[in-house]
C-alpha cells in the first residue's frame, strides 16, 4: 500500500517536472520551427540564462508583482493571461501555462514576438548573450 501511494505521488509530480532541454536539442527544434540559423546561438544562450533549458520555471515574483514563465522567461503582464485572473495585455493572446509545456512551440512563437517588439535587450541576461557567440553549427 505504502508503496502504492509513493507511486502514485510519482505519477502526479512528474508531469511538473517538465522537459529539460539542451543548446543542441533547442537549437534543432527551433529551427524545425522556422526560427533563422544565425539567430539560434542568441536564442540558446538566452534560455540558458533565463531557465537553464527547463520549459517549466516560473521564476520568483519580481518586485512589481509580475512573473516570468518557461524556456525564455516571459512576463505575465505584458505577454501571456496568469491563471489566478491577474490583468495582462496578454499581447501573445495564450495563457501563461501554455508557455510551460514540454510542446515549446508557443513559448518560440512568444518570444520572437517579444524579441520582435522590443529587441533582444528585453531580456535582462541579454548582456550575457550580446557578444560573439560559440557556434551553432556543431548541432546540425
Ligand atoms: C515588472 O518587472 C519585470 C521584471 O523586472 C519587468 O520585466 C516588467 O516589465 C515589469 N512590469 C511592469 C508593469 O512594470
Ligand atoms: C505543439 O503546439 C502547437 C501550438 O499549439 C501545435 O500546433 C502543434 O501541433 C503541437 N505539436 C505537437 C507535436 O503536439
Not at 56 to 74: A, K, M
Request: proline share 4%; with cysteine; aromatic share 12%.
Amino acid at each position: 500500500m505504502k508503496f502504492f501511494v509513493v507511486l502514485l505521488a510519482l505519477a502526479f509530480a512528474a508531469p511538473a517536472l517538465g522537459r529539460t532541454m539542451n543548446r543542441c536539442s533547442l537549437a534543432r527544434e527551433m529551427a524545425s520551427l522556422g526560427v533563422p540559423r544565425d539567430q539560434l546561438a542568441r536564442w540558446t544562450c538566452l534560455a540558458q540564462h533565463e531557465s537553464s533549458y527547463r520549459t517549466h520555471v516560473v521564476g520568483p515574483t519580481n518586485s512589481n508583482g509580475s512573473n516570468d514563465y518557461g524556456l525564455f522567461q516571459i512576463n505575465n503582464y505584458y505577454w501571456c493571461q496568469p491563471a489566478n485572473g491577474r490583468f495582462s495585455h496578454n499581447e501573445c493572446k495564450l495563457s501563461c501555462n501554455a508557455l510551460l509545456t514540454d510542446n515549446i512551440t508557443n513559448s518560440v512563437r512568444c518570444a520572437q514576438k517579444v524579441q520582435k517588439a522590443q529587441g533582444w535587450a528585453a531580456w535582462s541576461t541579454w548582456k550575457f548573450c550580446s557578444g560573439s557567440l560559440p557556434s551553432i553549427n556543431e548541432c546540425f
